[in-house]
Structure formats: C-alpha cells, structure tokens
C-alpha cells in the first residue's frame, strides 16, 4: 500500500490546518491507521491513531481537545484536523497503517509497517 500525505503548510498560532492521508495500492479499511510527527531534532512520536472498524480514536495529551483524527474507509483516506495550533505543533507528519487487524490502536513506531512521504507543517508565533 502507498500513502500520500498532504494538507500541510505554514500557519499562525491559533489557526487550524487539515491533514489527509490518501492510500493506493489496496484498501485500509482493515487497519488501524495513525498519525505521527517528527519535530527537527527530535524522535518521532505519536499523535493520534483510529480503529478500522469502531471509529474509536487515541490521542497523545498535548493535542487532545485540539485535534480531531478521522477516517472515510469508502475513500481509502484519513484525516487529521488540526485546530488552535501553536509553535510546538510545527513538524514533519507522517501517517502510517497499523501491522495486522486489531481494535486495539497502538503508539509505538514499530507497531506500523506503510508509512506516507510526511507532510511538513509550521506554526508561527
């Protein structure tokens, strides 16, 4: 499977961006699928990830109530809505599928196998 991030750009602080994450190849439907971010300098993290099938979602706590992860299995594509950025947000985001089928989203790095090119988001102060 491919996956295509886009959506990133430069924004103020406060100002929101929308992240998508298209896949080609095959479908999704059956993953897990999540969103990580690599600030220069810095380990990739986890930022938030969704359930194939029930929609339930997880959050690293710095972007809770800030960030809204989603998904259109008919459209082979994720979302990450991005809201009341700051400065700390500005990174490289990947988003990535999940190894295997499961309900559990897991935050580990070597938990996903496909991984998107990262698209690059910067927040001004």
């Known amino acids: 499977v491919q996956l295509q991030a886009s959506g990133g750009g430069l924004v103020q602080a406060g100002g929101s961006l929308r992240l998508a994450c298209a896949a080609s190849?095959?479908?999704?439907?059956?993953?897990?699928m999540g969103w990580f971010r690599q600030a220069s300098g810095k380990e990739r993290e986890f930022v938030a990830g969704?359930?194939?099938?029930?929609?339930?979602?997880r959050y690293v706590d710095s972007v809770k109530g800030r960030f809204i992860i989603s998904r259109e299995n008919a459209k082979n594509t994720m979302y990450l809505q991005m809201n009341n950025l700051n400065v700390e947000d500005t990174a490289i985001y990947y988003c990535?599928?999940?190894?295997?089928?499961?309900?559990?989203?897991?935050?580990?790095?070597?938990?996903?196998?496909?991984w998107g090119q990262g698209t690059l988001v910067t927040v001004s102060s």
């Open positions: 969704i359930n194939w099938s029930s929609g339930s979602t």
């Open positions: 190849g095959r479908t999704i439907k059956w993953n897990n």
């Open positions: 990535a599928t999940q190894r295997g089928i499961g309900s559990d989203v897991f935050a580990e790095i070597s938990d996903y196998n496909y």
